[in-house]
């Protein structure tokens, strides 16, 4: 029986409906009762202190999870808060549906107007509206599935002179389940792939977050063709627990493992972008035929001319190339020889690599202490970096348990977004515990959401690497004069203190002595987050200090 209702009202029912169960956003007039009307049908809401918080928050739980979430906002300074943490859930095709307010149609002199759609859309994100109260359900039912079967975010803006008329409800809509077919896997591209695979003496196999839908078929195709395994650093974790494979490509790898990738003879990278950072600026692909899989034709040879392309499922690619192996006889031995396997094993962790430890009496070495973590913590976890300087050792150093585990919210290249970030996936993941590795430039960007981390009790760690200074900026210039980088310097700030006004848990480390407080927190209920603020040594972290050579 259909009700007459506000079209805020109905949109919010329908979007529950069709499966928004999680919501974040900053609630304004705009907004407020659509936000309402989300959460009287059953979706869970995070007020978030900042526009920027809720949209990385979102971003986070949509990657984990790979579900479309929410992110709710005023029309106009809302929209235009959240824009940087936009950009970077549709930089990395996050599947996110941000519902923003938008203007009376035709208001063009009120204070919150801005062309929100040229907005949108200059930040690669996809703008759509509902366009009148006769097609609003219409409009928003599309939204969502754009968002959800393109991967995409996807911004509708939703003027307020609309959202206040009234409607039936339910109203005429796209049907709530939509069937998406498995592209069909082309024959010749398929023998393609096999006929490489069946004469490579050295394979690998890198797998990105777009195959993180086919990491089963993926190891079955890897111990066919006697192929390594390695993910990307949007995938990280994809192939965690397999004895072929290394931990991370790219940037982040150790360097036995990078060697190891760069002696291959043919590399086949099924759902990531294949960028200077998952390169190295091409460095590893140098020796190497190229293949590349995507589901999105435009993906193929964006970033490096490739030998192969194939447009098509990673899960079906897999699939099939594995039974065409398969069919020709018993696996072959290619890269997995006894040699390469003892490689593999001392190869495949940072955390397990030698680290010559800096001595600075009231500092703590970076490596070292998330070395020390890293051995600490729980297995169950989710790590999430931040950008900076010290992003390589919470990014490499922390190992994580598989693919949801891991979030890198860096297609950007913003620092800033790391707590938000974590407070998503935390709110994912609860049954995890949540760890954040960032920069005190980061940290204090965002540091209002620590009281969001704190009234949802959220099972959190937080490392502030405290070198009193946008780090990155010093170490980029190492011929700067201390007078030049007085700019990026800044005086010690206390840490701990802050965390502990926002009533978190906190602590200061200076050595790896001062790690007791971390021991007694993991024996507590941990309904407090804790935060390290860890003043750190002035080095480059091994990351920053490659990028010098350069």
Not at 65 to 88: I, Y
Not at 155 to 179: C, E, K, M
Not at 410 to 426: E, K, N, R, T
Request: with cysteine.
């Amino acid at each position: 029986m259909s009700q007459t209702m506000r079209v805020a009202d109905a949109l919010g029912r329908m979007l529950a409906e069709l499966g928004v169960s999680q919501v974040f956003g900053v609630v304004g007039s705009g907004n407020f009762r659509l936000t309402n009307a989300l959460v009287a049908a059953g979706a869970n809401f995070v007020a978030a202190r900042h526009e920027a918080g809720a949209a990385s928050m979102a971003d986070a739980f949509s990657r984990i999870t790979g579900q479309v979430s929410a992110l709710s906002l005023h029309q106009g300074c809302g929209l235009t808060n959240a824009l940087t943490g936009v950009t970077e859930a549709a930089k990395c095709h996050t599947p996110l549906l941000v519902l923003a307010a938008d203007t009376a149609v035709g208001d063009v002199t009120s204070n919150f107007y801005i062309d929100q759609d040229a907005a949108v859309m200059a930040v690669g994100a996809t703008p759509m509206r509902i366009h009148s109260a006769e097609t609003a359900l219409a409009d928003a039912a599309r939204a969502f599935r754009v968002a959800q079967i393109e991967r995409t975010t996807v911004v509708l803006s939703l003027p307020i002179d609309i959202q206040d008329r009234t409607i039936s409800y339910p109203g005429t809509r796209p049907a709530s389940n939509v069937h998406v077919p498995t592209p069909l896997v082309s024959g010749s591209d398929a023998a393609a792939l096999v006929e490489l695979l069946a004469h490579a003496d050295r394979p690998v196999i890198i797998g990105g977050r777009g195959a993180r839908g086919a990491k089963g078929g993926l190891r079955e195709l890897a111990a066919a063709s006697g192929a390594l395994l390695i993910a990307s650093g949007g995938g990280r974790g994809i192939f965690e627990g397999d004895e072929w494979a290394l931990d991370v490509v790219g940037g982040f790898a150790t360097d036995s493992a990078a060697e190891l990738v760069r002696d291959a003879d043919l590399i086949v990278a099924f759902g990531v972008a294949l960028n200077d950072w998952t390169t190295r600026g091409g460095t590893l692909l140098e020796k190497a035929t190229l293949v590349q899989v995507d589901d999105r034709v435009e993906a193929i040879g964006k970033h490096r001319l490739v030998d192969l392309g194939i447009v098509g499922d990673t899960a079906a690619v897999a699939r099939a190339a594995c039974e065409a192996l398969e069919a020709m006889g018993p696996p072959r031995p290619g890269y997995r020889t006894p040699e390469v396997a003892e490689r593999v094993r001392a190869a495949r962790y940072w955390s397990e690599q030698s680290v010559d430890a800096v001595e600075e009496p009231g500092f703590v070495d970076p490596a070292a202490l998330t070395n020390a973590l890293d051995a600490m913590l729980p297995d169950e976890r989710v790590v999430v970096v931040d950008g900076g300087n010290v992003n390589a050792y919470p990014g490499a150093h922390l190992r994580v348990p598989d693919d949801e585990g891991y979030v890198l919210p860096l297609s950007f290249q913003s620092i800033g977004l790391g707590l938000a970030s974590v407070i998503g996936a935390a709110v994912a993941r609860p049954d995890r515990l949540a760890v954040l590795g960032t920069g005190d430039g980061s940290l204090l960007m965002g540091a209002v959401e620590l009281e969001t981390a704190v009234r949802l009790r959220l099972k959190l760690l937080i490392i502030a690497f405290n070198d009193s200074a946008y780090g990155a900026e010093i170490h980029l210039f190492p011929d700067s004069t201390a007078q030049e980088q007085e700019i990026v310097r800044f005086p010690d700030t206390d840490i701990a203190a802050i965390a502990r006004g926002y009533g978190c848990d906190a602590i200061t480390v200076r050595s790896l002595e001062d790690l007791g407080g971390v021991s007694a927190w993991l024996e507590s209920d941990q309904e407090r987050p804790l935060v390290i603020d860890a003043k750190i040594t002035g080095r480059p972290s091994w990351l920053m200090a490659r990028e010098e050579g350069h």
